[in-house]
């Protein structure tokens, strides 16, 4: 998929590099707002084994994840996941997404976010799409307006980040084009 500044490819062992890379150089950055991680994270091994992982399981349909790169050069700007993708009567999946540091503020995670719900919409035909955030991030909430999110409630204790339960803003966008079959 192509966006004005992004491109955004399915994620491949050959991407393995780029991306231990790039949480190495946002891993302050990332702490935060992200799991914790454990020490193997920070080696290649990991995150040849996590492409490969993700490469299976787009192909089965679990989950997608993007790594979304500059289109005037290599430098890998975000990385976008639709997790836990469900059928049945619910046609949804979970959205999570972080951006490169160096390059915030600039409008890339509501780019490759956007283009993202584009294709769970467009290309996966879900009918909605959902994510939760801590209520200090600012920075996402805003990225999740922008792309039209609407707020659904409140959850106490919801995400196990920092050694700690936190809450969050649950949120969703739904696809009003969203038709059976
Ligand atoms: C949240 C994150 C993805 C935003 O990436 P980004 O490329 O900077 O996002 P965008 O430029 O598209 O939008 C950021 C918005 O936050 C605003 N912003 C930047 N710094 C901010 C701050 N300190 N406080 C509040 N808003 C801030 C920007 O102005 C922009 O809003 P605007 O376009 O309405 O002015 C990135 O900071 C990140 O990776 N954070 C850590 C991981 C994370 O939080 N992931 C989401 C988990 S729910």
Known sequence: M??????????SVRHAPAILDYYLRNRA??????????PEF?????????????ESAARNGEYVRFAAFARDGDALIALVNLWNIRRGVIHAAIIGYSADEAHGGNGY????????VGYAFDVLKLHRVETSYHPLNERSGRVLRKLGFAVEGYARDYLYMNGRWNDAILVSRINPQWRPG
Request: overall charge neutral; hydrophobic content about 35%.
């Open 29 to 38: 950055h990332l702490e935060r707002w992200e799991p914790e991680r454990p």
């Open 109 to 116: 995670a509501t780019e490759a976010a956007g283009a993202v």
């Open 42 to 54: 920070y080696a290649l091994a990991y995150h040849l084994r996590e492409c490969e992982r993700a």
């Open 2 to 11: 192509t966006t004005d500044r992004l491109r955004l490819k399915p994620y």
